[in-house]
């Protein structure tokens, strides 16, 4: 079964350096998402992404946080300059119809 | 985008059917009904999706009524791994997916 994969799976991370995740959606999928999930919170949306853009954003997605898909393949997430509260676990996601399929997460801890 | 609305925890029994019902009054007309569900540090997985009346596979069977502006997710015969957050969600392939806060099924033994 075809599944979504990211890496790395838990990332530890100083206060004030990049990160950057990597998602692989399914192969004939074009739509993919980030989501982030704080420990005991809910999954929030962070972004979408379609035909090679930015479709939809949330609040959260400032300017600290970008998105690129820069192989075909994959589609990352990048944290600038990292803050403690952006410790959590971050979900990729994709679809091709009207299913979305996370990943396993990225466990990001700031310290 | 439809709002949901679900218990926010439930108890059963292993060997047990556990019904969840999710209410969804706004539906529109192009949003599909989905579940997910999720373990501890895990991401979400999807269980069944749905339109209209009834789906089954081989995990869950999803109830629809005619009017769509609910759900009942029936998991039979439950054991302890279906102890999860499961969640209820509706989507139209241009909405972004929102989560709410789930159902914490808890399965007894």
């Known amino acids: 079964e075809p599944e979504v994969t990211q890496t790395p799976s838990h990332q530890v991370t100083q206060m004030g350096q990049e990160v950057i995740l990597r998602c692989v959606p399914i192969?004939?999928?074009?739509?993919f998402y980030w989501y982030r999930q704080i420990l005991g919170q809910k999954v929030e949306f962070l972004v979408s992404f379609y035909n090679n853009e930015i479709s939809e954003k949330s609040e959260i997605f400032d300017d600290q946080f970008s998105v690129e898909r820069p192989d075909g393949s994959n589609f990352t997430l990048k944290i600038r300059s990292t803050k403690l509260e952006d410790s959590a676990m971050y979900f990729c996601?994709?679809?091709?119809?009207?299913?979305?399929?996370f990943g396993e997460g990225s466990w990001l801890t700031v310290v | 985008l439809a709002k949901t609305t679900q218990p926010i925890s439930m108890d059963s029994y292993e060997g047990q059917e556990v019904n969840i019902t999710c209410s969804h009054n706004?539906?529109?007309?192009?949003?599909?009904i989905t579940w997910y569900q999720q373990f501890p540090s895990q991401g979400p997985r999807f269980i069944i999706q749905?339109?209209?009346t009834k789906v089954t596979n081989e995990v869950a069977s999803l109830f629809i009524p005619a009017d769509r502006k609910s759900s009942t997710l029936s998991l039979p015969r439950v054991s302890l791994s279906d102890t999860a957050v499961y969640y209820c969600l509706v989507w139209g392939r241009d909405d972004k997916i929102i989560f709410g806060k789930g159902t914490r099924l808890h399965i007894l033994p």
């Open positions: 749905g339109y209209k």
């Open positions: 706004n539906i529109a007309t192009n949003d599909y």
């Open positions: 192969s004939n999928h074009l739509y």
């Open positions: 996601a994709s679809a091709a119809g009207n299913t979305i399929y």
